[in-house]
């Protein structure tokens, strides 16, 4: 019995065009961060479960059902990373780069894990671009962390992104609206399970998009009622300093996140065009997690923005994919002779930094032409035995069918030319 693979549930393999597409919005993303002095950094694809339980929270849902945890052979306790920024946070603590000079900026691209339910936009292995600004409380950064996603969503060519913003109080007056809100919770006709999300977490019940549980906490109170003086000057002035920066954003008291870590400013990118997963990004400011996992105090605020989701939001505006991938040039020889001069000829054209490439394996005209089609070049070198013998090659433009014989002493400069 012959039995074929698939990629597993909730995952995909990434084909061209859109392989590239995907490229292409990594670095788009990326590039506002890079003009801004974030620098590099790569963490690795797992560590230890611990620290996820204890930066992102075990009252999540990330932590509590959709982590991909193992024991390894050596009994260790790893987890496939669900999110970046508890990995680099780690790093920063590891390496004391925090001892350095302040703030600590740092970006990452790379692919994470959740077991969730999978759906359009859902993906149990899905690929962020992330920032962090580590080491420094200033209400500026947050406006500069945020304005750079914009930038970012811009610079694509994207126009329906909207910004939702909200604080979270801080560790001296998050606790009060809390119990306010577990005294609200608790005189609402709320199921079993939405009761034990309430006793863990009861914030995240503001965010239930279920019409009878949204209905009942549309009166609940709001945490921006309940800052304390420091968080909302704090949040007054990431206000200023956004306006400042051209930036508009939607007040949204009942913004929760689903990671724990999140004090003060907290904000989500929201696309229209993308039904029920409309989140493209999100991120806050994290300033207990270097605590929370064992390192000094150490403020921080940070944004994964979805590559997935963006490559979607694109669609959905009808703009056109970013990259084809395609090459500039494709050589079709016929003979062996013809072969050996064209594979130089190509090699040529790379090394000047146009994108080519040639029909392999001796497929005649036929199919060395369709494959040129295929290709998606814009010219095509013809070269036969006969035309090697008398010095020239055909060179065809692709789109308009035109084709006229080029000496091959100009060839490559004729190609340049051409393409300029
Ligand atoms: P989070 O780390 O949950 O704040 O997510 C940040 C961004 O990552 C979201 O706004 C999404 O664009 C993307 N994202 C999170 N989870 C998934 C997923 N399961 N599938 C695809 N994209 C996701």
């Known amino acids: 019995m012959s039995s074929t693979f698939s990629a597993p549930k909730g995952t995909f393999d990434l084909l061209s065009p859109e392989s590239e597409a995907y490229l292409a919005i990594r670095e788009a993303l990326a590039a506002p961060l890079r003009r801004a002095g974030y620098r590099y950094i790569e963490t690795p694809t797992f560590e230890q479960t611990a620290l996820f339980e204890r930066g992102v929270g075990e009252s999540t849902d990330v932590v509590s059902k959709e ?16 999110e970046g920024t508890a990995g680099v946070v780690r790093a920063v603590i590891q390496h004391r780069l925090h001892t350095g000079q302040l703030p600590v900026k740092l970006w990452y691209s790379g692919t994470y894990y959740r077991y969730e339910r999978p759906q359009a936009g859902r993906y149990r292995h899905f690929s962020q671009v992330g920032a962090e600004a580590i080491g420094v409380d200033d209400p500026a950064l947050d406006a500069e962390v945020i304005a750079l996603g914009v930038t970012a969503y811009r610079d694509l060519g994207l126009s329906q992104v909207r910004l939702l913003l909200n604080s979270l109080g801080d560790k001296t007056c998050r606790p009060i609206y809390r119990a306010a809100l577990v005294k609200f919770l608790a005189k609402l006709d709320l199921d079993a399970e939405t009761r034990r999300r309430a006793d863990i977490n009861p914030l995240r019940v503001l965010d239930d998009k279920r019409p009878e549980v949204a209905k009942q906490v549309a009166d609940a109170p709001v945490i921006v009622d309940s800052l304390c003086d420091e968080c909302r000057a704090h949040y007054d002035a990431v206000r200023g300093f956004l306006a400042d920066l051209g930036v508009s954003w939607e007040e949204t008291p009942r913004l929760v996140r689903g990671l724990d870590y999140y004090t003060r400013t907290t904000f989500e990118f929201v696309h229209d065009g993308l039904g029920a997963q409309s989140a493209v990004g999100g991120g806050g400011r994290y300033d207990g997690l270097s605590e929370d996992i064992g390192g000094p105090e150490l403020p921080g605020i ?30 079709v020889p016929l003979g062996t002779a013809a072969k050996r001069r064209l594979v130089t000829v190509i090699s040529e054209l790379r090394e000047r930094g146009i994108s080519a490439d040639l029909a392999y394996g001796d497929r005649g005209l036929k199919g060395a032409m ?11 070198i013809v070269l036969g035995d006969r035309d090697l013998e008398a010095g020239s090659a055909q060179l065809k433009d692709l789109a308009s069918g035109e084709q006229a014989a080029v000496s091959l002493d100009e060839l490559i400069t004729t190609v340049e030319g051409r393409l300029r």
């Not at 991909?68 to 990373?81: E, P």
């Not at 369709?370 to 095509?380: E, F, T």
Request: hydrophobic share 40%.
């Open 370 to 380: 369709k494959a040129a089609d295929r290709s998606g070049a814009k010219l095509a």
């Open 302 to 331: 940070g944004w994964a923005l979805g590559v997935d989701r963006t490559m979607l939001a694109m669609k959905a505006e009808g703009i056109g994919s970013p990259a084809t991938g395609a090459c500039d040039v494709f050589g």
């Open 67 to 82: 982590m991909y945890s193992f024991t390894t052979r050596g009994g260790d306790n790893l987890t496939l990373k669900p």
